[in-house]
């Protein structure tokens, strides 16, 4: 079980909050960091000092870790022309050293949209959006050398685009796809995902959708595996005390992260991560970790609950 660190980080950091948090996930042993893609903070946070863009994030953290992979959970198809996104991705894949894992969703939080003025259609439009954006995006990255890429859709068209640059890791950096979709989306993740994530799911949920996804799979005649993971908070502590200290930190009761997250002592937190791998079948976890000040907590993770993982 591979665990990766996972932020938030327009409920309030800048950069170099988000490169501290970065450099505890490569020292304390975890296997990537990654950052949501929003410009506008949810509920109570105060979004100070203000949002940071998600790939000029990453490729800064690029240069400044080693180990670690770094990726989106997931970037918004909203934000950015397919085209120009995949040479954000391919560059910041490049500067890397090919580390970049690339989680992409159809967009979702209108609030963000309005404030900005970013165009967020009714859903049909919005997936036959994304669906285009998909395959204008890896087609530029799977694209040789020396050849060029062309694209007719409803949404974009594309007329003898080189496809350059290309990624670090050829042909194209890990694509993960997720969410509840109970059709479209398996089918999109037959089709394109090398991961599929199941965010902030219950068991029964995911697993449940874990079944769509292979059932699409199958009908589209995929022959190679699809890895599965989840996204959870986590609330880590020695002791009840800081567990609940660790959850008042993020405006949250131990009962409700105990069921719906992973919160407890490394002990029980290493006993949930065993039966939601036993009943799930995934392989990677992303720990949704909301206060990004608190490096102890990475290190607590790193050192009694990921060593007693496989």
Same mark, same amino acid.
């Not at 918004?76 to 690339?102: E, K, W, Y």
């Not at 165009?119 to 395959?135: I, N, S, V």
């Not at 204008?136 to 594309?158: A, K, M, N, Q, R």
């Not at 449940?208 to 199958?218: L, M, P, T």
């Given at each position: 079980?591979?665990?990766?660190?996972?932020?938030?980080? +327009?409920?309030?950091?800048?950069?170099?909050?988000?490169?501290?948090?970065?450099?505890?996930?490569? !020292?304390?042993?975890?296997?990537?960091?990654?950052?949501?893609? =929003?410009?506008?903070?949810?509920? *109570?946070?105060?979004?100070?000092?203000?949002?940071?863009?998600? %790939?000029?994030?990453?490729?800064?953290?690029?240069?400044?870790?080693?180990?670690? #992979?770094?990726?989106?959970?997931?970037?918004?198809?909203?934000? &950015?022309?397919?085209?120009?996104?995949?040479?954000?991705?391919? +560059?910041?894949?490049?500067?890397?050293?090919?580390?970049?894992?690339?989680?992409?969703?159809?967009? %979702?939080?209108? !609030?963000? =949209?309005?404030?900005?003025?970013? !165009?967020?259609?009714?859903?049909?439009?919005?997936?036959?959006?994304?669906?285009?954006?998909?395959?204008?995006?890896?087609?530029? %990255?799977?694209?040789?050398?020396?050849?060029?890429?062309?694209?007719?859709?409803?949404?974009?068209?594309? !007329?003898?685009?080189?496809?350059?640059?290309?990624?670090?890791?050829?042909?194209?950096?890990?694509?993960?796809?997720?969410?509840?979709?109970?059709?479209?989306?398996?089918?999109?993740?037959? +089709?394109?995902? $090398?991961?599929?994530?199941?965010? /902030?799911?219950?068991?029964?949920?995911?697993?449940?959708? /874990?079944?769509?996804?292979?059932?699409?799979?199958?009908?589209?005649?995929?022959?190679?595996?699809?890895?599965?993971?989840?996204?959870?908070?986590?609330?880590?502590?020695?002791? $009840?005390?800081?567990?609940? @200290?660790?959850?008042?930190?993020?405006?949250?009761?131990?009962?409700?992260?105990?069921?719906?997250?992973?919160?407890?002592?490394?002990?029980?937190?290493? $006993?949930?991560?065993?039966?939601? @791998?036993?009943?799930?079948?995934?392989? #990677?976890?992303?720990?949704?970790?909301? *206060?990004?000040?608190?490096?102890?907590?990475?290190?607590?993770?790193?050192?009694?609950?990921? &060593? +007693?993982?496989?």
């Amino acid at each position: 079980m591979e665990l990766r660190i996972f932020t938030e980080p +327009q409920q309030g950091a800048d950069y170099e909050d988000l490169l501290r948090v970065a450099k505890a996930t490569e !020292d304390n042993g975890f296997g990537a960091f990654f950052r949501s893609d =929003h410009y506008l903070k949810m509920g *109570d946070a105060s979004g100070l000092p203000g949002p940071t863009d998600a %790939w000029l994030t990453l490729a800064g953290l690029a240069r400044e870790t080693s180990t670690i #992979r770094l990726g989106t959970l997931v970037t918004a198809a909203t934000f &950015r022309h397919p085209s120009v996104l995949a040479i954000s991705v391919a +560059q910041a894949d490049r500067m890397s050293g090919g580390r970049i894992d690339f989680g992409f969703g159809s967009g %979702w939080y209108a !609030d963000e =949209h309005t404030a900005y003025g970013i !165009d967020l259609p009714q859903t049909k439009t919005l997936f036959d959006r994304y669906t285009e954006q998909l395959a204008v995006i890896t087609g530029l %990255w799977d694209t040789p050398e020396g050849e060029t890429f062309s694209f007719s859709g409803d949404h974009y068209t594309l !007329d003898g685009a080189p496809g350059l640059p290309k990624p670090a890791q050829r042909p194209r950096p890990p694509v993960i796809l997720g969410g509840g979709g109970k059709k479209r989306t398996p089918a999109l993740a037959a +089709q394109y995902a $090398d991961e599929f994530n199941t965010p /902030f799911m219950d068991v029964e949920s995911a697993v449940a959708q /874990f079944e769509r996804v292979d059932v699409a799979a199958k009908e589209a005649g995929r022959t190679t595996p699809i890895r599965r993971s989840a996204a959870l908070v986590v609330a880590v502590g020695r002791d $009840d005390a800081e567990i609940s @200290r660790r959850a008042a930190a993020i405006g949250r009761e131990v009962p409700e992260l105990k069921a719906n997250g992973l919160a407890g002592t490394p002990a029980e937190v290493v $006993d949930k991560i065993g039966a939601w @791998r036993e009943k799930t079948g995934v392989s #990677r976890l992303y720990l949704q970790v909301l *206060d990004l000040s608190d490096l102890d907590h990475l290190e607590l993770i790193g050192s009694e609950v990921a &060593r +007693q993982l496989d």
